[in-house]
């Protein structure tokens, strides 16, 4: 059965401070895929990437950026100069091949982000 | 382009009722996929479709339905509501179904009392 961990329930830090957010999952699946989400305060997740698993080459996108290593097992994000904006709950889902197809997101518990000013 | 559309954003219903709750896709996107948010549980997975046929289900009683019309919109419902099944309830569209973006509406917030 597929699973994803984030053991971080809530993370505090001030503003311009760097943080990395940790994600651990497990699959029996070979191919799978790995997200990311945000969720402000108004509840609307917001995507922020999407990795294969046959894709372990780090993703940069300005001040965010995504460690994938199979070997562990973890998706971890980091983001760097932490602003205030960014506080909201980041979610990490792995997606599996569905015997009918689709889609089907399993969803970690989410890492409460506030950035202080 | 207009993002994912739910209606009504906020639902108080007593226990025993029924509720239908309603989810826009973006254009074009043909899978709309719900997901129930609860402080206890987190975000489950409830069900997709794609083409007016339910592709996955998750492990909600069958108190939980849905379905979704030719336009690509689709229906939630929930039968003699328990107070249990106040939660956000998401709905995520994608362009294709396997295993893509999914893009979230900003939910319904359905309190049970």
């Known amino acids: 059965a597929q699973k994803v961990t984030q053991a971080q329930t809530e993370i505090s830090v001030v503003e311009k401070e760097d943080v990395t957010l940790d994600c651990v999952y497990e699959?029996?699946?070979?191919?799978?895929?790995l997200f990311w989400y945000k969720q402000p305060p108004s509840g609307e997740l917001v995507f922020l990437i999407r990795?294969?698993?046959?894709?372990?080459q780090n993703e940069i996108s300005g001040r965010y950026s995504w460690n994938f290593q199979k070997s562990t097992s973890s998706f971890n994000f980091t983001i760097t100069a932490s602003q205030v904006v960014d506080s909201a709950v980041y979610f990490c889902?792995?997606?599996?091949?569905?015997?009918?197809?689709?889609?089907?997101?399993?969803f970690g518990t989410g890492t409460q982000l506030k950035v202080e000013l | 382009k207009a993002g994912v559309t739910q209606t009504p954003r906020y639902l108080i219903k007593t226990r025993g009722q029924q509720v239908t709750l309603s989810c826009s896709p973006i254009?074009?996107?043909?899978?709309v996929s719900w997901y129930q948010q609860t402080p206890g549980q987190g975000l489950q997975f409830l069900f997709e479709?794609?083409?007016?046929?339910?592709?996955n289900k998750g492990n909600f009683p069958g108190r939980f339905s849905g379905r979704q019309f030719s336009n690509s919109r689709s229906e939630m419902n929930v039968s003699t509501l328990e107070l249990g099944d106040s939660a956000l309830y998401l709905c995520?569209?994608?362009?294709?179904?396997?295993?893509?973006?999914?893009?979230f509406g900003q939910g319904t917030r359905l309190t049970v009392v």
């Open positions: 995520a569209s994608s362009y294709v179904p396997e295993n893509t973006e999914a893009f």
């Open positions: 699959t029996r699946d070979t191919t799978y895929y």
């Open positions: 990795r294969n698993s046959f894709d372990e």
């Open positions: 889902a792995l997606s599996e091949a569905q015997r009918g197809g689709g889609n089907k997101l399993t």
């Open positions: 254009s074009g996107h043909r899978s």
């Open positions: 479709y794609f083409s007016e046929t339910q592709r």
